[in-house]
Each structure stands twice: as structure tokens, then as C-alpha cells.
């Protein structure tokens, strides 16, 4: 048994490959033997449709979940805020690794003249979206699709003045340009910057093997942000973001959900000691309800569904 080929599923992008590789290189040294497996999914495959019409929370995951349910692998690695916050039966949550960069970046054309303007920005993501128009109203904001390396490419040919990008994505494949500028003031989506590792629940010697690359702190951030989520949208696209965050022995928690036009803010923010994180999650996104966040969820649902 303890011969046994840990074989990892991936994605084929360059990103997921980083990904993969660093789960394999981890695991390597722990003395375990891995195969990488690469699998396109549907995510990668259809371009031409905004993600929230593809209707599947999870589109990037979906091919993985069913490689390992068949068998073909036996743990699979994703960005963490790819990952639907319930997984398919069967499948657990074996490690969470430490987290990179959690901020998103404007990578533009070296001049930013247009923000105190009119410009075009791109984006394929609701949160992104509504946060910008939040901040700059009669800006346009076009949809932009496909894994890093296509929307950096996609960027550069087009005459927009620049593009949201994840800054973590970025680093790890070091594609990270010298024009850019770190969006402090936009609100993560959950689990942004972490990668988590999935294995089946009743595998044994996997889930053993990559516990040991379990980062906590980033295990107990990522879990409130999930939990906000899960919470708030009961398996719908909506533009939401959170971060949670260690400060010394308390954890300071931001939570927000827009309207897709991003004219409508509701939002949190909260510290409380480390050691009632549990259902912090939970409570932030029921004050959101509370605060009116319930009707605009029914308004976001309603118009994704047009």
C-alpha cells in the first residue's frame, strides 16, 4: 500500500499545471509517489458564453469530480474559489494550502488616465463587475473569458484599457506585468489566492498523504469565507466577496454583496476572537439578509435568469 501512485487530476492550463506540479513537489518530499493526469473541462472548452449562463456552479471542477469518481485519479487540485462550496458526494476536502496573494489587480496600458474618464475594463466576473461600476459608474465593462494566459493575450489585443485579473494567478506563473495596480479597495472572492486539494472520502491513503500539506490559518479563513458564500447564495452566481484574516489572536472578517450594476452595496465587517470562527461565516451572511441583502439576492436570480 505504501507503494501506491497518488495520481493527481488537473486542468490543463499553465495556471492548474503550476498547481498540480506544486502538489506533486510537496508531496514528493514527503516520500509519496505521484503521476499527474491533465483533463480539459467544460470551462476551458466553451469560451463564448459568460460563466453564469453555463448555469453549473463548479464548471472547472466538474470534469475532475467525475475522473475521480470513475477512478482515473485520486486527488485533484484547484483554485480554491473555483471550487462550489458543496462538494459532490463522495468527494472531501483533504488540504487547503497556505495562501498566496489574495488581492485582485488592474493590469492596464500604462496609462490610467481613464479612470477619472470613460474606459473599458474587462472582466468574466460578476463580483469584479459590480465592484467596478460601484466605483466608476460610467465605465464599460466587457465580458472576458478563458484561462490566464488567453485573457492576458486577449487584453493585448483589444482596445481596452485594461482588465481584473486574481494577482495570485498572475505571480504563479510569473505573467505578472509592470503595469498594473493592486485593487485594495475590491473585496476578494472567497478563498481567493488559496489552492485546496479534494480527495474521495473513502480513500484512506490519499487523504493521509495530503493532509500533511494542510495549511490551518488558511483552512480556517478560507472555511468562514465558504460558509459566507454558501450562506448567502444557496447555489446561485452572485457578485459577493469576503476575506477573512488573522490579526494577532482575532480574525477581522469582511463581507459584501452587490447588486449586478453594482448600485446597490450591502456590506459587513466584523472582529471577533480567533476562537469563535466556526459559524462566523454563517452570522455575517444572515446580518446581510437581514439588511435587505435577502430581496436583492431574488433580484440577482431573477436577472441572471433573462
Request: glycine content about 8%; aromatic content about 6%.
Amino acid at each position: 500500500m505504501v507503494n501506491k501512485t497518488i495520481r493527481i487530476g488537473t486542468r490543463d492550463s499553465e495556471l492548474a499545471l503550476w498547481q498540480a506540479h506544486t502538489v506533486e513537489k510537496k508531496l514528493n518530499d514527503l516520500g509519496y509517489k505521484t503521476e499527474i493526469i491533465a483533463v480539459k473541462s467544460q470551462g476551458d472548452i466553451i469560451l463564448d458564453k459568460p460563466l453564469y449562463e453555463l448555469g453549473i456552479t463548479g464548471i472547472f471542477t466538474k470534469t475532475l469530480d467525475i475522473a475521480m469518481i470513475n477512478g482515473q485519479v485520486d486527488i485533484a487540485v484547484h483554485s480554491m474559489k473555483d471550487v462550489p462550496t458543496a462538494l459532490p458526494i463522495g468527494i472531501v476536502q483533504a488540504a487547503v494550502l497556505e495562501r498566496a496573494n489574495t488581492l485582485d489587480i488592474l493590469v492596464h496600458k500604462g496609462n490610467l488616465d481613464f479612470l477619472n474618464e470613460s474606459g473599458t475594463i474587462a472582466t468574466g466576473s460578476l463580483r469584479r463587475q459590480a465592484q467596478w461600476w460601484n466605483k466608476y459608474p460610467n465605465h464599460t465593462v466587457v465580458d472576458l473569458r478563458g484561462n490566464v494566459n488567453t485573457r492576458m493575450q486577449k487584453l493585448q489585443e483589444n482596445d481596452w484599457n485594461g482588465a481584473v485579473f486574481a494577482a495570485a494567478g498572475l505571480e504563479r506563473i510569473n505573467l505578472k506585468p509592470t503595469d498594473f495596480i493592486n485593487l485594495d479597495w475590491m473585496i476578494p472572492a472567497p478563498a481567493q489566492g488559496a489552492m485546496v486539494v479534494v480527495a474521495m472520502a473513502n480513500d484512506e491513503f490519499s487523504r493521509q498523504a495530503v493532509a500533511e500539506l494542510n495549511d490551518i490559518d488558511t483552512e480556517v479563513c478560507t472555511h468562514i469565507e465558504r460558509q459566507f458564500l454558501k450562506t448567502l447564495e444557496g447555489g446561485c452566481t452572485a457578485p459577493i466577496g469576503a476575506l477573512a484574516v488573522f490579526v494577532e489572536d482575532d480574525i477581522l472578517f469582511k463581507g459584501v454583496l452587490f447588486s449586478i450594476d453594482g448600485k446597490q452595496k450591502i456590506e459587513v465587517e466584523k472582529t471577533i476572537p480567533m476562537q469563535e470562527w466556526k459559524k462566523l461565516g454563517y452570522y455575517m451572511a444572515k446580518e446581510i439578509l437581514d439588511n435587505g441583502g435577502t430581496q436583492l439576492m431574488a433580484t440577482i436570480k431573477e436577472s441572471l435568469k433573462k
